[in-house]
């Protein structure tokens, strides 16, 4: 399913690199989301939850292409994020009927987490 998948053609540190800046949005996001929206109602945690997901789909193209261009000095500088992305396609990301990728099936994995972060309650030592 993922052979053609670009991330097998990086070099093994190529790999290991974007893994790590993958893994650290990942936890911003989640952070981002349990900080601001954990106190709010439950549309109001939903509805900022998929804004989230959103944005990440919006302007992390711009982190990952910009990573990618640290590893191939030959790219050029662009934006990549213009115009902002359709709302739907995190929708279709949400439901895996987006490219059979990694990186989408990533980003749906992402985008339930996000969901789910703000009514995850914390540790009970915490709450005292």
């Not at 053609?4 to 540190?13: A, E, I, K, W």
């Not at 193209?61 to 994020?81: C, F, G, K, N």
């Not at 213009?82 to 990694?102: A, C, D, F, H, K």
Request: glycine share 10%; net charge positive; aromatic share 14%.
């Amino acid at each position: 399913m993922y052979a053609q998948d670009s991330f097998f053609d990086l070099s093994t540190g190529g790999q290991i690199g974007l893994v790590g800046l993958s893994g650290f949005l990942f936890i911003l996001f989640i952070l981002a989301a349990r900080v601001l929206l954990r106190h709010r109602g439950i549309w109001s945690r939903l509805l900022g939850a998929l804004v989230l997901f959103w944005l990440f789909i919006w302007l992390s193209p711009q982190l990952y292409y910009e990573y990618y261009r640290l590893l191939i000095p030959s790219l050029p500088a662009q934006w990549v994020i213009w115009p902002p992305r359709n709302p739907t396609e995190g929708i279709v990301l949400l439901v895996l009927q987006g490219p059979q990728s990694l990186a989408a099936h990533g980003q749906a994995v992402l985008g339930w987490c996000l969901l789910a972060a703000p009514f995850i309650r914390g540790s009970a030592k915490r709450r005292r």
